[in-house]
Nanobody, 117 residues
Framework: QVQLVESGGGLVQAGGSLRLSCAASGIMFIRNDMGWYRQVPGNQRELVARISSGGTTNYADSVRGRFTISRDYAKNTMFLQMNSLKSEDTAVYHC???????????WGQGTQVTVSS
């Protein structure tokens, strides 16, 4: 059974930092590109950052330079270090895994990030 479990969300003041984690089980971690997406009620889910199975990263323009995505292959875990947080970063953050071979997507339940101004 595939499970993606996010943690690390919470309430933080503007300018602060949070570190999100996504623990993956039931998948071959090395064969999956991973990503963080976020969603605000009433809006579409949007890409925050992605990291390929080989470690190549890309970021949304709105977070580039403030957020850093990484993955630990030994622990089957992905991270998102979020610095200089802004109120507009408030959203539910979801972990995604996409198999490089068959394209199957998996999603976590999400973790709430709230940035107070």
């Amino acid at each position: 059974q595939v499970q993606l479990v996010e943690s690390g969300g919470g309430l933080v003041q503007a300018g602060g930092s949070l570190r999100l984690s996504c623990a993956a089980s039931g998948i071959m971690f090395i064969r999956n590109d991973m990503g963080w997406y976020r969603q605000v009620p009433g809006n579409q889910r949007e890409l925050v950052a992605r990291i390929s199975s080989g470690g190549t990263t890309n970021y949304a323009d709105s977070v580039r330079g403030r957020f850093t995505i990484s993955r630990d292959y030994a622990k089957n875990t992905m991270f998102l270090q979020m610095n200089s947080l802004k109120s507009e970063d408030t959203a539910v953050y979801h972990c995604n895994a996409k198999h490089r071979g068959n394209g199957v997507d998996y999603w976590g339940q999400g973790t709430q990030v709230t940035v107070s101004s």
